[in-house]
């Protein structure tokens, strides 16, 4: 009875036209059947994946600890760029510092001239008298 | 698209003897399956491996049932054939 139970369902199996129940049920008792499908359901028996009893739990686990290093890692970027807005806001300021305003340049700039120029002393035009490979003689006139 | 390779596993077997035999199974059934058309090589493991139903397969495959069906069928008739050469060649 169940043998040709078997063997009708392997000829429907064959024809791609069994449920995954009567698939299961030709798995299950394919010992001392046809060589074929004593083969093929060991095969399959050892390669079928199983979904894990804890795979929820597996999961959710997992989940937590990606949602915390990605909280840990958002903290270190956050902290490492206020750190560098930090620092670049106190550079620009002190760079600030030194720039001069354009008032003050001027006045050092009068400074300067000021310190070129003469004291008032009359300018003294210099022209050479003679000149010769050893020496120079200059003429002044005030 | 298939998302179980076949993979190899330690099997609890009896003796060392079934092991061995299993094993070379294994080998041959893989090597079978691999020559066989992707189509064909997809659906018999999308159905026997990892347990679909036709209407989950069609929806991954984006095939119709009865088009599942033909393919489905003519990869076990083939696995069939050769794995009986396999098993009456032993025999002889």
Request: glycine share 2%.
């Amino acid at each position: 009875m169940k043998e040709s139970k078997i063997e009708s369902l392997l000829e429907k199996y064959k024809e791609g036209k069994t449920t995954l129940k009567e698939e299961q049920f030709l798995f299950d008792n394919s010992k001392n059947s046809e060589p074929f499908l004593e083969g093929w359901s060991t095969f399959v028996k050892n390669n079928k994946i199983v979904i894990p009893k804890d795979l929820n739990d597996t999961l959710w686990e997992s989940f937590q600890t990606k949602k915390s290093k990605k909280q840990k890692m958002h903290f270190v970027i956050m902290s490492a760029a206020a750190s560098a807005l930090l620092l670049i806001s106190l550079f620009s300021t002190n760079l600030d510092q030194k720039k001069l305003n354009y008032s003050e340049k001027e006045t050092l700039l009068n400074q300067a001239i000021d310190m070129m120029t003469n004291d008032g002393q009359p300018q003294i035009l210099k022209s050479i008298f003679y000149e010769d490979e050893m020496i120079i003689v200059y003429a002044t006139v005030e | 698209m298939v998302d179980s390779p076949i993979q190899h596993k330690h099997l609890k077997s009896e003796n060392g003897q079934e092991q061995l035999e299993w094993k070379e199974l294994n080998v041959i059934i893989k090597k079978i399956i691999k020559s066989f058309p992707k189509q064909q090589r997809e659906i018999i493991v999308m159905r026997d491996l990892d347990g679909y139903e036709f209407i989950e397969i069609a929806a991954v495959t984006q095939l119709k049932i009865e088009h599942i069906r033909v393919l489905l069928s003519r990869a076990r008739k083939q696995l069939s054939i050769k794995l009986e050469k396999i098993y009456s060649h032993e025999r002889k």
